[in-house]
Nanobody, 115 residues
Framework: QVQLVESGGGLVLPGGSLTLSCVVR????????MGWYRQAPGKARELVAL???????NYRDSVKGRFTIARGNVKNTVYVQMNSLKSEDTAVYYC?????????WGQGTQVTVSS
């Protein structure tokens, strides 16, 4: 059974940094893409950053230049380094893995940016 395990959320001051990590367990296959999504209260889930198996990346405009997604050295791990965090980045962040069109999700990790 494929499981995505996330870690790294928390409370941070505006302008601060956090790194979220995600590892895929329960399979020896590699996903076509892994990414991070977020959902703020009362809003739809939205793509934050995506990285494909060949290293191509995609970011939503509001995080470009502040967030960096990367694959880990350990197979099927992905990180997102989040810098210059703003209050509007507050949300539950979800890891996603795309295995040939079949999507798996992590349980979510809360990121709160507040003074």
């Amino acid at each position: 059974q494929v499981q995505l395990v996330e870690s790294g959320g928390g409370l941070v001051l505006p302008g601060g940094s956090l790194t979220l990590s995600c590892v895929v367990r329960g399979t020896t296959s590699s996903p076509y893409a892994m990414g991070w999504y977020r959902q703020a209260p009362g809003k739809a889930r939205e793509l934050v950053a995506l990285i494909t198996s060949n290293g191509s990346t995609n970011y939503r405009d509001s995080v470009k230049g502040r967030f960096t997604i990367a694959r880990g050295n350990v197979k099927n791990t992905v990180y997102v380094q989040m810098n210059s965090l703003k209050s509007e980045d507050t949300a539950v962040y979800y890891c996603n893995a795309n295995f040939a069109g079949k999507h798996y999700w992590g349980q979510g990790t809360q990121v709160t940016v507040s003074s």
